[in-house]
T-cell receptor
Framework: GEDVEQSLFLSVREGDSSVINCTYT??????LYWYKQEPGAGLQLLTY?????DMKQDQRLTVLLNKKDKHLSLRIADTQTGDSAIYFC?????????FGTGTRLTVIP | NAGVTQTPKFQVLKTGQSMTLQCAQD?????MYWYRQDPGMGLRLIYY???????DKGEVPNGYNVSRLNKREFSLRLESAAPSQTSVYFC???????????FGPGTRLTVT
């Protein structure tokens, strides 16, 4: 199946920018997604990018897509303590989404 | 709109017991999914239902069965629970396959 990889942990100081990276394998994916999971909760869709786009901005969130390298990143500007969570990237397959292992973001006050 | 609901929130089973996890969505979505989440392994797809009346195996279907009862409801059954099935189970739905998925709050299952 598809292989979506993320680093497991990231720590940043409050007010700094966070960059969470993801690599994927299926070059035919139509959409790529970022989900956020807060403790004890399900996954919430944060944002997505269509595969023919290079960048998408949504308030403090910027998604960058490098299709050649199959690399996706999520930048969170002015990171707040409420951004502490696990972030999953996902790529669309024929029948389903394929999720990475998740990156646990810790924001240090 | 409640979105995706799951019951129960928590469950403890003894090895060999059976149980059914319930999931319902009120978004008129066609596709529904069951995942399990284990530390360091992300989400793994157990079964999915592309549309009412169909079900298909995912990455880790062994030890589970599913029923797509109607368009709204998709249940997951453990016939004979094993400690390896201790996990957090998430149900999700999407308008169509490979579209963005909406998740329920999860069921934390412990098998002793």
């Amino acid at each position: 199946g598809e292989d979506v990889e993320q680093s497991l942990f990231l720590s940043v100081r409050e007010g700094d920018s966070s960059v969470i990276n993801c690599t994927y394998t299926d070059s035919s994916s139509t959409y790529l997604y970022w989900y956020k999971q807060e403790p004890g909760a399900g996954l919430q869709l944060l944002t997505y990018i269509f595969s023919n786009m290079d960048m998408k901005q949504d308030q403090r969130l910027t998604v960058l897509l490098n299709k050649k390298d199959k690399h996706l990143s999520l930048r969170i500007a002015d990171t707040q303590t409420g951004d502490s969570a696990i972030y999953f990237c996902a790529e669309s397959g024929a029948n389903n989404l394929f999720f990475g292992t998740g990156t646990r973001l810790t924001v240090i006050p | 709109n409640a979105g995706v609901t799951q019951t129960p929130k928590f469950q403890v089973l003894k090895t060999g017991q059976s149980m059914t996890l319930q999931c319902a969505q009120d978004m008129n979505h066609n596709s529904m999914y069951w995942y399990r989440q284990d530390p360091g392994m992300g989400l793994r797809l157990i079964y999915y239902s592309a549309s009412e009346g169909t079900t298909d195996k995912g990455e880790v279907p062994n030890g589970y069965n599913v029923s797509r009862l109607n368009k709204r409801e998709f249940s997951l059954r453990l016939e004979s629970a094993a400690p390896s099935q201790t996990s957090v189970y998430f149900c999700a739905s999407s308008e169509f396959e490979s579209y963005e998925q909406y998740f329920g709050p999860g069921t934390r299952l412990t098998v002793t």
